[in-house]
């Protein structure tokens, strides 16, 4: 059994959702074909994951209420529960908006924390049609409040004018999808990994939301994931996987891809010392 065991938990929350609900329903379509027997356990990288090994938990899923500050509060709970245990953690998402309360947990408990989101969206709108707990605004309120050190984005390819006025408030890294060169700069100290799945090309991954074209492949995330855990000074504190929308999937293609991150996150963290 290793030292480092990460916990997966399930958040089945869209209620933060701007444009369509469906990514509640996004922890059981990852895990179907994460135990349909189509592939096997084994990560990239030689990893073996298999459920008998002991090697990472599977906490379930979360039951959360409908409303964003309930929802909040409960997440947030439960996450520092583990946090504090010592558990790593991964999450299946839900919308965008869990990033906040799962930071909120962990921010406090570890040293100099990073942000690594791959997105198309920067999210960092100070409100969105009035909400401040739109899946739009999480990282607005994560630096607001200094929960976070260092805050890379990669992937993005939908900047408005707000929002860079926020990029450049808090001086954010942006690598757009136009302009990345494939390379992950320099990162120490622990690290939070949040990939919406939407920073993918829909081709790659279209059982999402929000269809942006002009994104990122999944080999590029892949390989992102295993830059930020070959870096030596790096220790991956948690991650989440959001806004896959089942209702939008082809053939589980949008799930396979997020079972697929979901063993490469699962194998950086548990091989980690």
């Excluded at 959360?64 to 909040?72: K, Q, S, W």
């Excluded at 939407?198 to 994104?215: C, F, I, N, R, T």
């Excluded at 830059?227 to 293609?253: L, S």
Aim: net charge negative; aromatic share 6%.
């Amino acid at each position: 059994m290793t030292a480092r065991q990460p916990t997966l938990i399930g958040l089945p929350y869209d209620g933060s959702s701007s444009y369509l609900r469906g990514p509640a329903r996004a922890p059981a379509a990852v895990r179907r074909v994460l135990h349909s027997g189509a592939g096997n356990w084994f990560t990239e990288h030689g990893v073996d994951l298999h459920p008998s090994l002991e090697r990472w938990i599977d906490g379930g899923d979360l039951d959360i209420d409908d409303d964003p500050a309930t929802a909040r509060s409960q997440i947030r709970a439960h996450a520092a529960g583990l946090a504090e245990a010592g558990k790593p953690i991964i999450a299946l998402g839900g919308d965008h908006f869990v990033t906040l309360p799962l930071v909120e947990a962990l921010s406090p408990r570890v040293g100099h924390l990073t942000i690594v989101h791959i997105d198309a969206h920067p999210d960092f709108y100070d409100e969105l049609d009035g909400e401040r707990l739109s899946h739009a605004c999480p990282f607005a309120r994560i630096m607001e409040a200094g929960l976070a050190d260092r805050l890379l984005q990669f992937g993005v390819r939908t900047m408005t004018a707000h929002q860079a006025d926020q990029v450049e408030r808090f001086g954010v890294e942006v690598f757009t999808a136009a302009d990345w060169d494939g390379r992950v700069p320099p990162l120490d100290g622990d690290v939070y990994l949040t990939i919406d799945v939407d920073g993918l090309d829909p081709a790659y991954a279209p059982g999402v939301s929000h269809h942006e074209p002009g994104g990122l492949t999944t080999r590029q995330v892949i390989d992102l994931i295993n830059q930020v855990g070959a870096q030596p000074d790096v220790i991956v504190v948690g991650a989440d996987i959001v806004e896959i929308n089942p209702d939008r999937d082809i053939n589980d293609m949008t799930a396979a891809v997020g079972a697929k991150l979901l063993k490469e996150l699962l194998g950086v963290m548990i091989t980690q010392p």
